[in-house]
């Protein structure tokens, strides 16, 4: 039993249909509600919930302080490798481009935390590109122990691994892992993802499932905005959420919404998504899911990101370079993809101070719970 059995009952298009269909009167029922459902859900991210954006903003921000306060969690991408053995449409690391690849040595790690540290980050997300021989359980069983007693929260975007890998790494200090579906469309998927594991569209959709009965302590979901019809994607997210919480009851969730960036090699957004509708998008979330956290990188930009910030995100990353080696080495033709916001960690952090929160350079939870 997995999120697959699920995902089976669920049809793309009727979905579609249904979140088109809602009305005015659903948004209202939705807005009035104490607890939304699914249903409510699309109402909620339909186009006709985009004439109530304001009310929806301003319960997103009542419920997001009643649980979270004024706080915004500051974490940093560290990219250890630029290696990849998967051809994704979308991503500067494709096997298919030819870029300089670099996987990070002991040496050049500690130089990176130590340029991490010195920007005061406590939590830090690990990313390497899915290269299973030379950046996999071999590699991370090296560098964990090397990277986590610099930090109080390691995080990690890497390929999926076997619910015994995980189980290791939580051994080894992991907290978190962040594996995002990209599209829930099965087609839309094998055109995106042409070779290596990834093209494994059910393995990488039951992969929350191991991470949970491996009892790594938060799991982030999402869909890569831009690769199919946006709303019925973020449907998707939320359903699986839903089955995620009901299943695995201990374990704390986050949602990220990335929209696709430019890249070497430079895939268009077959449905582009407006500010307004991720703003609207962010609220839903939060309407849905008061305990959620919701994550916004540097993909956006500063403007956007310093107005969104008080309506229902809890974590962000600041100063982030996506190339091995970015703040201690230096090297911008390695890439993943262009950030947008390049401000530093302190002008983030003088920012959020400023709309009057606090930052917590942690993750949120740890930060709390001692
Ligand atoms: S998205 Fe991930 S798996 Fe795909 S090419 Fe990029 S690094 Fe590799």
């Known amino acids: 039993m997995s999120f697959v059995n699920r995902f089976n009952q669920l049809n793309w298009d009727d979905i579609s249909l249904s979140i ?6 659903d948004v209202e029922r939705a807005l009035a509600k104490p607890r939304r459902d699914l249903e409510d859900f699309k109402a909620l991210i339909s186009p006709a919930a985009e004439p109530y954006l304001e009310q929806m903003a301003q319960q997103s921000f009542a419920l997001t302080r009643k649980r979270f306060g004024h706080t915004m969690s500051l974490y940093i991408p560290l990219y250890l490798s630029n290696l990849c053995a998967n051809a994704c449409s979308y991503c500067g690391f494709s096997m298919e481009n030819r870029i300089k690849r670099r996987t990070l040595t002991e040496d050049e790690i500690e130089a990176e935390v130590a340029a991490i540290k010195a920007m005061k980050f406590d939590s830090v997300l690990l990313v390497t590109g899915e290269h299973e021989t030379k950046v996999g359980m071999n590699y991370f069983r090296k560098m964990l122990p090397l990277i986590k007693p610099s930090f109080n929260y390691l995080a990690m975007e890497v390929q999926p691994l076997a619910e015994q890998d995980y189980a290791e790494l939580k051994t080894l200090g992991l907290d978190a892992v962040m594996v995002y579906q990209e599209t829930y469309h099965p087609s839309t998927y094998a055109q995106h993802h042409l070779r290596g594991n990834k093209t494994k569209f059910e ?4 992969t929350p499932d191991r991470l949970a009965k491996a009892g790594i302590d938060k799991i982030g979901i999402g869909a890569l ?16 959420l839903d089955y995620l919480e ?3 009851w201990k374990t704390r969730y986050s949602i990220s919404f990335p929209r696709l960036r430019p890249c070497e090699g430079g895939l268009q957004p077959k449905s582009v998504m407006t500010d307004k509708q991720l703003v609207q998008l ?8 008061s305990e959620v956290e919701l994550s916004l990188s540097t993909r956006e930009s500063e403007v956007f990101r310093d107005n969104v910030l008080p309506l229902g995100i809890t974590a962000m990353s600041a100063a ?11 090297d ?12 530093s960690a302190s002008r983030v952090e003088a920012m959020i101070r400023s709309k009057g929160f606090d930052p917590i350079w942690r993750d949120w939870h740890s930060a709390y719970s001692g």
Not at 229 to 237: A, G, I, M, N
């Open 332 to 343: 911008s033709e390695l890439e993943q993809f262009e950030i947008s916001d390049e401000r």
């Open 203 to 206: 393995y990488r959709l039951e």
């Open 20 to 25: 088109y269909a809602k009305t005015a009167k």
């Open 282 to 289: 962010i609220c839903a979330y939060r309407l849905l899911n």
């Open 246 to 248: 009901r299943r695995y």
């Open 225 to 240: 905005i831009g690769l199919e019809e946006w709303r019925t994607d973020c449907f998707f997210v939320a359903a699986h």
């Open 320 to 330: 982030s370079k996506t190339q091995p080696g970015g703040y201690a080495l230096e």
